[in-house]
């Protein structure tokens, strides 16, 4: 699988794109051509993911993400972790994210 | 907890994205100059391209940054950049790509003659995220110029064209019928249908022109003589009769009501728009010193929190408005607006006579007034309109609806 991360892996914020965080919701707009499928798509992200965006700060791995995440979402670490990939999968499929 | 979806695609436009709570300013219209490279007849802005004195007044660099700023701030999420020419601007670009790494959605209206292959580029490389909107003004070279008054301007817009259709940058095309290229529109539609972007839908098109918007009147009287009768008007607009009659059933259910003694009863005001010096105004085209606001002496927060409800407020007190518009039942069909009333005679509220005809010979063609009734003096209004769009009305062989 292409787009499979792991646990180990580091990601930063792609510069790609810009964030904005406009009243109720958090948008990522693409700035350079070739993020998502067409140039005009825009992502809004949930408060959890937010807080993953927040985190891929291109030092810390998934793990550690996940360890911090812990604190502000209830929820075994295990299914903590789960969202972190699964959320980061779909980023990395859009090259929001880069892996560092 | 709750976690997915993770990541959602959004399809946000100008109007309707921000379901639950809309941002405090919508969009934001920028006039980065009055000056244009062409010098079209039927212009309601334009100034030469050189004209130094409009130059230096107008907004530098940081001072369009610093606004744009501001507007993200406020939650704009879209930036049209028009003119005159925006792309007369030596510092174009860099608006664009601050604009774009800002996180805006950029719309750009331009004639397209400056485009150059570096800029086609940029726009493959950052994408506006909106379309292109080309102004054309006529299929062949002696059309096109006798419009636009530049030799060499019409090879130049089809450079800019070819440009952008070989970097795959998605644009559309409008046009602007005129005494030089009326004889033309079947040919541009044909043309415009090979535009990709344009999905087969046929150009806009404006034709009942607006005088200068700055008042400065030598030209008003050559605007005027341009503009199409209020009849002619109706039959280009319904060429396509059914397609026609379809969308004006559907508009004429939701707008056609009268608009009472409120000034401003259209959407400005959710946006803004700020021209090429720094005067924020409702709309584009009212440039009355009454309803500008001068942004470098205040914040667009203030301008849209303490100015522009007081203009949303305005009610006219003007008797041939209150005996006619305010009781007219075609304010959907009918362009009056302050802007308009303030180019035509430099008021916010006389009733333009221009648009009065044309908003009744519309409606005598949809079978809504008859003869030389006048659509303020209509009681059963009501009836006729849910007539018209049960399709009670029927096209006669005139051409009318009875």
Known sequence: MKNKVGLGYIFKRSEDVAARDVYDEFIIIPITSGIGKTDDELFSLNSFGKAVWDKMDGKRNLKEVAAALASEFEGPIKKIENDVLGFSEELFKRKLIIKV | MKTGPYVVKQDIDRTGFWKKKPPFLGWLDMELTERCNNNCIHCGINLPAGDLDAKRKELSTDEIKNILKEALALGCMVVRFTGGEPLLRDDFEELFIFSRKQGLKVIIFTNATLITSR???????????????????????????????????????????????????????????????????????????????????????????????????????????????????????????????????????????????????????????????????????????????????????????NFFPKLKGMKTTNPDYLNRCAKCFLKGLCEQCPAKSWMEYGTLDTPVEYLCEVAHAQARFLGLVSGCEMAWEVADWKERIENFVKKKAVISKQGGIT
């Open chain 2, 119 to 305: 800029m086609a580029e940029l726009f493959s490389r950052i994408p506006p995220l909106e379309k292109i909107e080309i102004s054309l003004y006529g299929m062949e070279k002696s059309s096109y110029e006798s419009v636009s008054r530049v030799n060499g301007s019409f090879e130049a817009a089809h450079r800019g064209i070819k440009l952008l259709l070989e970097k795959n940058v998605p644009f559309v095309v409008k046009g602007a019928l005129l005494p030089q290229n009326k004889n033309e529109i079947d040919e541009f539609e044909k043309w415009a249908k090979m535009v990709p972007w344009m999905k087969g839908n046929p150009p806009s098109y404006s034709m009942f022109f607006d005088l200068r918007c700055r008042r400065d009147g030598k030209k008003n009287e050559l605007i005027k003589k341009l503009r199409v009768s209020p009849e002619e008007g109706v039959n280009i607009l319904t060429r396509k009769k059914d397609q026609y009659l379809n969308g004006m059933r559907e508009f004429c259910s939701r707008f056609m009501r009268p608009s009472g003694d409120k000034l401003f009863s259209c959407g400005s005001g959710h946006g803004s728009c700020i021209d090429a010096y720094g005067y924020l105004h409702p709309c584009m085209l009212l440039k009355h010193p009454d309803t500008a606001y001068n942004l470098k002496r205040g914040s667009l927060e203030d301008a849209l929190t």
